[in-house]
């Protein structure tokens, strides 16, 4: 089975990893062990008001997202831009895989396939005419 794409739909409550390709999709969820009640309104950064990150979450997404050769990060608020900073600091041999950190609200396997799977096509077009 070819899993050489990866979306990932994250909060700061859950991720779901989806790694497809030509065969069939794979699902993964992982859930932060941090209670989405500890929300610090005052904190004035890209987290989106939460004071703490989970860097066992994170790790977590990073490591089930090793396999694929294209990420995606898709997700509403400022969760996404904390993966991919996290990426970017923590795992840099994962950060020039993800090509690119998406505003996103669908939240069904099959919107953020198809969504990815666009994402991906665009891309290649674009690279193609290059």
């Known amino acids: 089975m070819d899993h050489s794409h990866a979306a990932v739909w994250v909060?700061?409550?859950?991720?779901?990893?989806?790694?497809?390709?030509?065969?069939?999709?794979?699902?993964?969820?992982i859930q932060?062990?941090?209670?989405?009640?500890?929300v610090?309104?005052?904190?004035?950064?890209?987290?989106?008001?939460y004071a703490h990150e989970d860097p066992t979450y994170l790790t977590a997404i990073a490591e089930?997202?090793?396999?694929?050769?294209?990420?995606?990060?898709l997700g509403p608020?400022?969760?996404?831009?904390t993966l991919a900073h996290f990426i970017h600091d923590k795992v840099p041999t994962l950060a020039p895989r993800v090509m690119g950190v998406e505003p996103f609200d669908g939240r069904s396997e099959q919107e953020?396939?198809?969504?990815?799977?666009?994402?991906?096509?665009?891309?290649?077009?674009?690279?193609a005419a290059q």
């Open 112 to 127: 953020v396939v198809d969504f990815a799977r666009n994402y991906f096509d665009r891309s290649a077009l674009t690279a």
């Open 32 to 38: 932060s062990t941090i209670h989405p009640d500890h």
């Open 40 to 49: 610090d309104h005052k904190v004035a950064s890209f987290r989106a008001g």
């Open 11 to 29: 909060d700061h409550s859950e991720a779901r990893v989806i790694t497809f390709g030509t065969g069939a999709t794979t699902s993964n969820l």
């Open 64 to 73: 089930a997202l090793k396999s694929a050769r294209e990420i995606l990060i």
């Open 77 to 81: 608020g400022g969760a996404r831009k």
